[in-house]
C-alpha cells in the first residue's frame, strides 16, 4: 500500500468519525428539544393553567382561554416509537464512535 493510499485510507476513518459525531449531536439536540418541550406540556399541565395546553389543529375557545395565551403542542410528542428510536440512536452512534476511535487510536 502507498503512502497515498494509506492517507486516504485513514482520511476516510477520520472523516466517518466526524459524521458519526455531528449525527450525535444532532440526536442529542433533538433528545434535549423533545425534553424541553415535555418539560414545557408538564409546567403547564401542573400549573394553575391546564386549560392553556392544545395540541395544533385543535380549536381554542377564547372564552376560556384569551388570545395569545394558548400554547401549542405537537401531537407527536408523546411518540413512543419516536422516543424509542431517538434514544437508540444515541447508544448506537456512541457505540460506533467508541469503536471508530478505539481502532484509530493505535494510528495516532
Request: hydrophobic share 45%; net charge neutral.
Amino acid at each position: 500500500m502507498t503512502v497515498q493510499e494509506k492517507h486516504a485510507v485513514l482520511g476516510k476513518a477520520h472523516a466517518e468519525l466526524k459524521a458519526k459525531k455531528e449525527e450525535l449531536d444532532f440526536l442529542r439536540l433533538a433528545a434535549y428539544q423533545l425534553g424541553e418541550d415535555l418539560k414545557r406540556l408538564g409546567f403547564i399541565l401542573s400549573s394553575q393553567e391546564p386549560e392553556r395546553a392544545f395540541f395544533n389543529g385543535a380549536s381554542v375557545p377564547v372564552q376560556i382561554v384569551p388570545t395569545g395565551k394558548a400554547v401549542l403542542f405537537e401531537r407527536t410528542i408523546f411518540d413512543a416509537d419516536k422516543f424509542l428510536e431517538l434514544t437508540e440512536g444515541i447508544r448506537q452512534a456512541m457505540l460506533s464512535i467508541k469503536d471508530m476511535e478505539e481502532r484509530l487510536a493505535p494510528i495516532r
